[in-house]
Nanobody
Framework: QVQLVESGGGLVQVGASLRLSCAASGRTFSTYTMGWFRQVPGKEREFVAAMDWAAIYTTYGDSVKGRFTISRDNAKNTMYLQMNSLQPEDTAVYYC????????????????WGQGTQVTVSS
């Protein structure tokens, strides 16, 4: 069992940066593939980024590639999402998620989810 808590969201202006954190409980954090997703009302949950347990393999959604960076610190049971050059279309609730196995872009393949943190980018 893994419990996830996101933090770091907020209201920023276009072009700003934010770093989201996802703190995980449990001693087995280092064995999970971790992912970030986002969702706006009325739309499906969108894949943002994922990283395998060893922090070797990362993958990004096309809309954030080159601007966002996923990382993790297994010693601190924490995952991060560094978001640069934020745009209004990045406005969403951001969720972290965990799963056993290889990285996946599909929300349905993740077993554990945080409660989400709101990111709002104002123009």
């Amino acid at each position: 069992q893994v419990q996830l808590v996101e933090s770091g969201g907020g209201l920023v202006q276009v072009g700003a940066s934010l770093r989201l954190s996802c703190a995980a409980s449990g001693r087995t954090f280092s064995t999970y593939t971790m992912g970030w997703f986002r969702q706006v009302p009325g739309k499906e949950r969108e894949f943002v980024a994922a990283m395998d347990w060893a922090a070797i393999y990362t993958t990004y959604g096309d809309s954030v590639k080159g601007r966002f960076t996923i990382s993790r610190d297994n010693a601190k049971n924490t995952m991060y999402l560094q978001m640069n050059s934020l745009q209004p279309e990045d406005t969403a609730v951001y969720y972290c998620a965990a799963r056993r196995g290889v990285s996946s872009r599909l929300p349905r393949e993740y077993d554990y989810w945080g409660q989400g943190t709101q990111v709002t980018v104002s123009s």
